[in-house]
């Protein structure tokens, strides 16, 4: 995934000086009552979409931040297939596998999984299209994002969930014999 220069783009966001390394300049159409961007994506993540029907919007946070305010947060945004599309209705929030916050992933496990060690505070949400849309994604390479406001938090759109939550170690099962035999000695 990379964020896209686009023709209508009037303003771009830069990567603070640093980290350029990790973080891309950010092209943008700004007008009221929102912004928007694209992203393109390569042909292995583009499969991915097409087979699913479906984009991952992460947007980060910082620690303290709410589950009810990321919500807030995701629900400001669309994913389009067409950069015209910005006046019409878009894919909305679906629920998918591994949400653990009606439609959205909170980084905050449920009792028993574990985060992933590299986590940071953020939240994923899923946007689903129609095969018209799929097709219009196919022949491009290309999805929009817009925002309802005049700027992007920090966000970052996957072809999957990226989070994963991993569950604890199987506590291993008791044989009879054996543990028995070690009680009483």
Not at 172 to 185: I, K
């Given at each position: 995934?990379k964020?896209?220069?686009?023709?209508?783009?009037?303003?771009?966001?830069?990567?603070?000086?640093?980290?350029?390394?990790?973080?891309?300049?950010?092209?943008?159409?700004?007008?009221?009552?929102?912004?928007?961007?694209?992203?393109?994506?390569?042909?292995?993540?583009?499969?991915?979409?097409?087979?699913?029907?479906?984009?991952?919007?992460?947007?980060?946070?910082?620690?303290?931040?709410?589950?009810?305010?990321?919500?807030?947060?995701?629900?400001?945004?669309?994913?389009?297939?067409?950069?015209?599309?910005?006046?019409?209705?878009?894919?909305?929030?679906?629920?998918?596998?591994?949400?653990?916050?009606?439609?959205?992933?909170?980084?905050?496990?449920?009792?028993?999984?574990?985060?992933?060690?590299?986590?940071?505070?953020?939240?994923?949400?899923?946007?689903?299209?129609?095969?018209?849309e799929?097709?219009?994604?196919?022949?491009?390479?290309?999805?929009?994002?817009?925002?309802?406001?005049?700027?992007?938090?920090?966000?970052?759109?996957?072809?999957?969930?990226?989070?994963?939550?991993?569950?604890?170690?199987?506590e291993?099962?008791?044989?009879?014999?054996?543990?028995?035999?070690?009680?009483?000695?």
């Open positions: 995934m964020f896209a220069q686009f023709p209508q783009a009037n303003d771009v966001l830069r990567a603070a000086p640093g980290t350029e390394d990790y973080v891309q300049d950010l092209y943008i159409f700004r007008s009221q009552p929102y912004v928007v961007s694209a992203v393109d994506f390569d042909a292995e993540e583009l499969a991915q979409i097409l087979a699913s029907g479906r984009v991952y919007l992460q947007i980060d946070g910082e620690a303290g931040t709410t589950a009810a305010a990321y919500e807030q947060c995701l629900r400001h945004f669309a994913m389009m297939a067409d950069f015209y599309d910005a006046h019409v209705a878009s894919p909305m929030l679906v629920s998918f596998p591994g949400a653990n916050a009606g439609a959205f992933v909170f980084m905050q496990p449920l009792p028993g999984q574990q985060l992933p060690a590299d986590s940071r505070p953020c939240a994923v949400g899923c946007f689903e299209f129609t095969e018209t799929l097709r219009q994604i196919s022949s491009t390479g290309r999805v929009f994002v817009k925002a309802l406001g005049v700027t992007h938090p920090p966000i970052c759109v996957h072809a999957s969930n990226p989070i994963v939550f991993s569950e604890p170690a199987a291993p099962e008791l044989n009879p014999l054996t543990d028995l035999s070690a009680q009483q000695n």
